[in-house]
């Protein structure tokens, strides 16, 4: 996913209607996102357009047959990377501390996040 590719909220719900399914028609996503925002179709088909001129979708015949051109994770990151660039000036660590400060944290989550940073220890001493 292109760094910068924004995708607005309201873009991310047509999304997630899309990671759910795969491919939808996109009268389809209109009545998913009927049932779960109210949007009328003329505004999920304009989200669907906004999302493919981003190049996060497609739509190919026959009927308006959508499918997502990014995975959730590459939008997650791309995310991660703006929070942490406009909100923490670029420095993880901050992020990670501003985490782990907000509320306790469970021994079985202390436990998680030492196995991922004993992970990504070991991936770092591999590209040494």
Not at 24 to 41: C, E, F, H, I, Y
Request: aromatic residues 4%; proline residues 2%; contains cysteine.
């Amino acid at each position: 996913m292109c760094d910068k590719m924004r995708l607005v909220d309201s873009e991310l719900k047509v999304m997630e209607v899309l990671w759910g399914a795969g491919e939808m028609p996109a009268r389809q996503v209109a009545a998913v996102l009927k049932d779960s925002t109210g949007w009328n179709v003329n505004t999920t088909y304009t989200l669907i357009k906004r999302c493919m001129e981003k190049g996060a979708v497609e739509r190919e015949e026959p009927g308006f047959l959508c499918r997502a051109l990014v995975s959730r994770e590459q939008v997650q990151r791309s995310r991660t990377r703006e929070l942490i660039d406009k909100v923490y000036g670029g420095q993880r660590e901050s992020l990670f501390a501003a985490l782990l400060d907000s509320e306790p944290i469970s021994g079985e989550e202390l436990r998680r996040l030492r196995a991922l940073i004993d992970q990504m220890e070991a991936r770092a001493g591999q590209d040494d």
